[in-house]
């Protein structure tokens, strides 16, 4: 039976249970809250992410991935301080977020560039995935990037190809974010074909953000997952249409090729929880569990396809089974 790398050390795939597939433990602006430290406190901010965390296991979720890379803030000394008190495994992800350009740091170096020598990205995310995130022996168990309006610009195609290596060196498999009025789940697609990466080891993020079934059906066709990921983000797509979606899909038999998610946080910089209370009160871990399950089910979904794309689907991305029998 294959493992799965998690926060807390390695599990048996068959242990993972229901998983949302696209979460945040914490997104953070390191430089902001470093000079403004009212905006965080340590103690308050871990009790609150185990409290959120045991509400999602009493709903019935057993593991979450936090897909918090760099450029997100991604700091696993904190989510490990959560996943010790936390009932609900969490995997952790590396990669690196960005829609248009890299820091400096990383923009003078690689080949070609002022600083020269090799791409420094793939040799940063296998060490994530071999030896451990910042010295603390957890290592990522998924791979993140980013595509967005601005389209490929030559610092996201560095992060594409990047990510592209460390899984093709690790088996690792990819998880992205796309921005779906664009279509950027295509530009992905092509960019991973180029590098030999197997689409079924790819999650297209943010899919869920799209009723065009055409645009849909190009991206399964194509061979990857999708990730229906932000229920709860009723101002991108209203509730009734992101629940038609999955259920016309599971319909025609792509129940096998989606998974679930809320692209929630227990905390983020970005958005405060009073704005999300007031603007946003679906976008929550719990959602899928109180409200999504039972509009599927209500719109013909099986409960037999709601464990597929929450338990099996999971499972065999993570565990990085070979996937080309399901196309």
């Excluded at 897909?67 to 995997?91: K, M, N, Y």
């Excluded at 740091?105 to 560039?113: A, D, F, I, Q």
């Excluded at 932000?230 to 998974?259: C, I, P």
Aim: proline letters at 4%; hydrophobic letters at 40%; aromatic letters at 6%.
């Amino acid at each position: 039976m294959a493992t799965v790398q998690t926060v807390t050390g390695s599990v048996d795939e068959a242990n993972l249970g229901r998983v949302l597939m696209h979460e945040h433990v914490f997104v953070l602006n390191h430089e902001y809250a470093v000079n403004y430290p009212d905006t965080w406190d340590d103690e308050v901010r871990v009790a609150d992410a185990v409290d959120k965390l045991t509400a999602l296991k009493r709903c019935g979720v057993d593991t979450i991935v936090d897909l918090t890379v760099l450029g997100l803030g991604r700091d696993i000394r904190r989510v490990c301080e959560v996943a010790e008190r936390s009932p609900v495994s969490i995997v952790a992800a590396t990669g690196f977020y960005t829609f248009t350009e890299l820091p400096s740091y990383l923009r003078l170096r690689g080949p070609g560039r002022m600083v020269g020598g090799e791409e420094p990205m793939t040799g940063m995310f296998v060490k994530d995935i071999t030896e451990g995130i910042a010295g603390t022996g957890v290592k990522a168990g998924i791979l993140k990037c980013a595509t967005d309006v601005p389209g490929v610009t030559p610092d996201v195609e560095r992060v594409l190809r990047s990510v592209a290596r460390a899984h093709i060196e690790t088996g690792v498999p990819i998880s992205t974010h796309t921005d779906v009025s664009t279509q950027r789940g295509l530009d992905q697609q092509k960019i991973f074909a180029e590098e030999g990466v197997d689409p079924g080891s790819v999650v297209i993020g943010h899919s869920g953000d799209s009723d065009d079934l055409d645009y849909l059906l190009r991206l399964l066709d194509n061979g990857s997952y999708l990730g229906m990921d932000r229920f709860g983000l009723d101002n991108r797509l209203s509730f009734e249409n992101r629940v038609r979606t999955v259920a016309e899909l599971a319909q025609r038999g792509y129940a096998s090729r989606m998974v679930l998610s809320h692209d929630a946080s227990c905390h983020s910089h970005n958005f405060p929880d009073d704005f999300r209370a007031r603007n946003m009160p679906n976008w929550r871990f719990t959602h899928i569990t109180e409200d999504v399950i039972p509009a599927l089910l209500e719109a013909g979904v099986t409960q037999s396809d709601i464990e597929t794309m929450l338990v099996d689907n999971p499972r065999k991305i993570l565990a990085g089974q070979d996937t080309e029998a399901l196309r």
